[in-house]
């Protein structure tokens, strides 16, 4: 029923930017909070951002000044602009929303983020 699809990963260059997109269906979205985790090869997968219900954003230390989440609730559509890339950030990005007394946790698909010249 709830499904939290991904867009916007690709190949940029050290420097570039991208705009990862999620759009959520079957949920309230506008209630929720919401999430971008990332994992790199080897490596456990990390929170990036998230950002309340409220519009209250956070960003782990790695992304603080270069990374950006918003959200459209016309659109059940959460954001990651990502500016500045560096060979670091490359990771398979993921859309989460977590649990709350109405809904359970779910996960996007997943898109991935290569940062390389």
């Known amino acids: 029923q709830v499904q939290l699809v991904e867009s916007g990963g690709g190949l940029v260059q050290p420097g570039g930017s991208l705009r990862l997109s999620c759009v959520a269906s079957?949920?309230?979205?506008?209630?929720?909070?919401m999430a971008w985790y990332r994992q790199a090869p080897g490596k456990q997968r990390e929170l990036v951002a998230t950002?309340?219900?409220?519009?209250?954003?956070n960003y782990t230390d790695s992304v603080k000044g270069r990374f950006s989440i918003s959200r459209d609730n016309a659109k059940n559509t959460l954001y990651l602009q990502m500016n500045s890339l560096k060979p670091e950030d490359t990771a398979v990005y993921y859309c989460y929303q977590p649990r709350s007394f109405f809904w359970g946790e779910y996960w996007g698909q997943g898109t991935q983020v290569t940062v390389s010249s």
């Open positions: 079957g949920t309230a979205f506008s209630i929720n909070n």
């Open positions: 950002i309340t219900s409220g519009g209250t954003t």
